[in-house]
Each structure stands twice: as C-alpha cells, then as structure tokens.
C-alpha cells in the first residue's frame, strides 16, 4: 500500500504548485504517483453545489457552516473508494486538500479554535461516519495571509474563470484559518503534519518537494514511511 499525503493550507497559498512539484519529485525517484483535488467541482454534484454556493447561488446555503461542511464530506466520501484504489496501486497518492481544510475553514467560520466542537464533528462525520480513508501524513503551506491573499487576486485578474469565492475575499477568515491549521498540526491532528513555506522560487520549490518526498518515501521508493508525528518548517528562498 502506498503513502497518501495531503497537502494543506489557505486559498492561494501555493498547494497545487506544491502537489506538482512533488508529483515530479516523486516520478524522478521511480515512484508511482496518484493525485486528487478536492473538492471535485467537475466530478461531484455536492461539491459543484458548494462551488455554486461558495459564488452565491442557492440562496442561504453557504450561510450554513455544517451544510457547506456536509457537501465537501460527501464529495470525499464518494471519492473513498478511489482514493483506497489509488493507495493500493501507487508509491504516493497526493491530495490537494482533505478533511483538514472542512475543519480548519469551517472552525474559522465558527470563530472556534481547533479544541471547538466543529474539529471533533468533522473528524466525527468523515473519518468515523462516512468512513474516509485517513492520510498517511499533511503538509501545510504556510505563507503570510497577505501573499496568500495578493496571489488569489493576481490569479482572478488573470484568469475570469477564477474570481475569487465568498471564503477567498474574506481576509478576516482566512485570518482565523491560519490559526486552526497552526492549532492542528500542533495537535498532530488527525495524522503527523510537516509544514512548509511557499513564498517564492522555483529551484528552492523543487528541493522542499524532493526533501517532503524523501522524507514520506524513504530512500527509494519503499512504502509505508509516514510514521511518527514530524513538523518541519522550510522556508523557501528566492
Ligand atoms: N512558490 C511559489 N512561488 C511563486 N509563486 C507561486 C508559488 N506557489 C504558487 N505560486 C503562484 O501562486 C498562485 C496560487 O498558487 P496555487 O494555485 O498553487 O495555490 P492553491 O493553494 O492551490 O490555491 P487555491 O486553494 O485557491 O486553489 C499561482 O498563480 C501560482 O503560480
Ligand atoms: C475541500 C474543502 C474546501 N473548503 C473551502 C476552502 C476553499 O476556501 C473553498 C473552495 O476550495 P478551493 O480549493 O478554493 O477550490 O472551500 C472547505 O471549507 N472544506 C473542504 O473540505
């Protein structure tokens, strides 16, 4: 059974940038490479309902901090049995956000910390009710709320399709996510966290990928390493 990482952090922080530089850090070494991005917009009827809210469709539903929570479970949930698949068939399987980022950002909504009621209902829903699979490890891209927040914008402007969402232009809640996720990988919730910083470089991006990969794979490609709870900051340069 291979390893699955989950990768975490704010909106813009540089997650996807981040799961493609491992995914070819990790295919340099010879593993086998699976990836997932939730949520599934284009897969999913419930997270291209929570894609719609997140844009002020569906009237009061993204007002609803457990009903915005429940459609993003269930988008993972539908997803379990590929994600188990994928476990079985690759050295590596990357998911660009997972059940952390319905705790960190629905908390944050609540204004609770990560010892609130709303962390333990989603690992409750998820991982106990809905049985998704638990990942083997999570990385958090920690970057300044205000990078994170001028690379949402600098993306909007170039790219229609992608103005931001009701979560991406409120700074004040992205404010408090950032706070969850420091609180979670203190708690080493749900699985050992190594954080990250993203701030610029493509070079100094490549070596923080192959040191996450080397550190989740091993040397070469055996499996099975993310044991015991690691938390690693490695800013990246310029
Ligand atoms: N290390 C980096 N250095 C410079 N720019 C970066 C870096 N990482 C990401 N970016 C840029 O920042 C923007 C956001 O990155 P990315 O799409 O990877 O973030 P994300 O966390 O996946 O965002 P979201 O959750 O909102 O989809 C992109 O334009 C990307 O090119
Ligand atoms: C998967 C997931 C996401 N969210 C939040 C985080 C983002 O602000 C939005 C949309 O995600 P995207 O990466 O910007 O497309 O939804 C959440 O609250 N819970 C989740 O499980």
Known sequence: MGV????????????????????????????????????RY??????????????GAHGDLRSSVHAMAVLFALDRSGAAPELRAARDAHDLVLVDRYVASNAAYGAARQEEDADGGFVAWVRALEIARLGVPVPD???????????????VRERAAADPSRTPDGYESDAALQARCAQVYDELVARTWLAPWSVVGAEE??????????????????????????????????????
């Not at 704010?10 to 991005?37: C, E, H, N, S």
């Not at 897969?43 to 997140?54: F, K, P, Q, S, Y």
Request: aromatic content about 2%; cysteine-free.
């Open 4 to 39: 699955m990482v989950a990768v975490e952090g704010l909106d813009g922080a540089g997650k996807a940038t981040l799961v493609a530089a491992l995914a070819d850090a990790a295919a340099r070494r010879g593993a086998t490479v699976g990836t997932f991005a939730f949520p």
């Open 42 to 55: 284009d897969a999913d009827v419930h997270a291209a309902l929570a894609g719609e809210a997140l844009h």
């Open 137 to 151: 490890a999570q990385v958090l891209v920690r970057v300044p709320g205000d990078l994170a927040a001028r690379r």
């Open 201 to 238: 470089g493509r070079a100094a991006l490549t070596r923080t990928a192959e040191s996450v990969v080397a550190e989740r794979l091993g040397d070469g490609t055996s499996r099975g390493i993310a044991s015991g709870s690691s938390v690693r900051s490695d800013t990246i340069e310029t």
